[in-house]
């Protein structure tokens, strides 16, 4: 068998594009114009000796050798910034203490995290997942360095607003269930599960109830956001959140298909406990917004 050294920028690209279902998104994300991702693709499938990608429409979609590809290319480039990230954070010592919000623990913990904590060895990281209100008063307080929570309050001394985002009406994948959530207008009030107040997103979701004038309760209310998932897979009523961290039992509901109204966007914002962090947390920063910029991308795709 030849040997091959697949080129590194052409796997960032197509996976780039994978990803966000559109190799011209991918071009804007890498920062290349659109014929030089077509000649990085090219390339790719000269080094592969077989078509990566075959025409659907207007676009692009993977063969199965594509798909094939796909996976190798995302532990690739893995490796690879994995290697760039313990080779620039070798000497960063010292400890970190971050605060996220219930939506982004169950993947931000392994993706970040992760690979922040394998590229330095040295750092100690101390995380805390709780609800908005306790994020803002253990920054206030002094007690983490970095907190990533739904900007619900004023701002802090030292905040970034990483982006606005739509709130959705979730409800159970098994379509049988969601009829039990969402009854017909004769059979009573649309039955809700939400966070216990107070709660941003439960309040607007039952602020664009009430202007719609849709009767509503509250059938269950959790103290935590595991709690609110589990109660909609099981149809016990229909919930409120942007569409981060949304697990694979819950779908998200297009308002116009099932009479409800539509809802507000929502801020998030990374606080900062000092204008200027030290280097650790200063670079479990940078990865943290990376993650979410990607994350952004990828709804917006999907």
């Known amino acids: 068998m030849r040997r091959v050294n697949f080129d590194l920028d052409a796997l960032r690209t197509f996976v780039a594009g994978a990803d ?35 025409k659907s429409g207007r676009g692009l979609v993977l063969t199965a050798a594509g798909e094939t590809m796909l996976g190798y290319a ?92 739509p709130l959705h009406w979730m409800g159970p994948a098994d379509a049988s269930l969601l009829a039990a959530g969402r009854p017909a207008p004769q059979d009573g009030p649309l039955s809700l599960v939400s966070i216990e107040a107070p709660c941003r997103l439960r309040s607007a979701a039952t602020d664009a109830l009430d202007t719609a004038a849709i009767p509503w309760r509250i059938v269950y209310a959790s103290p935590s956001l595991s709690g609110v998932w589990a109660a909609v897979a099981a149809g016990l009523g229909i919930g409120v959140r942007t569409g981060f961290g949304l697990p694979r039992s819950l779908v998200l509901l297009a308002p116009e298909e099932h009479g409800l109204p539509a809802l507000p966007r929502v801020e998030l914002a990374l606080h900062r406990s000092h204008e200027q962090l030290a280097p650790a947390a200063a670079r479990l920063r940078e990865l943290i917004v990376e993650h979410i910029v990607q994350d952004a991308r990828e709804l917006q795709a999907a």
């Open 20 to 54: 966000l279902g559109s190799f011209a998104r991918a071009a804007d994300q890498v920062g290349r114009s659109a014929s030089a991702v077509s000649a990085q693709l090219r390339k790719l499938e000269e080094q592969a000796g077989m078509p990566l990608l075959q």
């Open 74 to 165: 995302r532990r690739m480039l893995r490796m690879n910034d994995e290697a760039l990230l313990a080779l620039a954070g070798s000497a960063l010592e010292g400890k970190v203490r971050l605060g996220l919000q219930e939506d982004f623990s169950d993947h931000l913990l392994p993706d970040v995290l992760g690979k922040f904590s394998r590229g330095h060895r040295g750092v100690q990281i101390e995380v805390t997942v709780g609800r908005n209100a306790d994020l803002h008063d253990a920054m206030r307080d002094g007690r983490l360095d970095l907190a990533l929570a739904w900007h619900t309050r004023g701002p802090t001394p030292h905040m970034d607003i990483l982006g606005s985002y």
